[in-house]
């Protein structure tokens, strides 16, 4: 089954603030961490979850902590929240996804917020969907107040 095209993903300026702030701290590393959120042709944003890189090398690439998915995913489960994909950094790399992102991306659902980060400051976050068997595809990310 075809996910949904996804028109635009929708983030409070404060949870834009927070991915900024992870990317901030984490660097030279890459942060990672989940988004919950709901719908699926706009996509709204509720909730960022910042968690532990737990990747071998996490100056090059990013593992989300298996606990801290599995805890948010039981949580999820017992509410009308669902996790809608994750978020990560590129250190002194584009916010664009990279060769690694591309062989990592199995959930065509499942959004990618990437940053931008390097030692003079963080870029807005942008999104990107990999439908199955495609590219990713960038999704316009509309900030509201």
Request: charged letters at 20%; a negative charge; glycine letters at 4%.
């Amino acid at each position: 089954m075809t996910a949904p095209m996804t028109s635009h993903v929708t983030l409070i300026a404060a949870d834009a603030e927070a991915l900024r702030a992870a990317a901030r701290a984490a660097y030279p590393d890459e942060c990672c961490g989940l988004l919950v959120g709901e719908g699926e042709a706009v996509v709204r944003v509720t909730e960022v979850v910042p968690t532990a890189n737990v990747a071998e090398n996490p100056r090059r690439a990013f593992a989300i902590d298996p606990q801290a998915q599995f805890d948010l995913l039981r949580q999820a489960r017992a509410s009308a929240r669902r996790v809608v994909g994750h978020f990560h950094s590129h250190p002194d790399g584009p916010a664009q996804p990279s060769v690694h992102d591309l062989a990592m991306a199995f959930d065509p659902e499942a959004l990618w917020l990437v940053l931008a980060a390097s030692a003079e400051g963080v870029s807005a976050p942008r999104a990107f969907r990999r439908p199955e068997g495609e590219a990713f595809i960038e999704v316009p990310v509309k900030v509201v107040p």
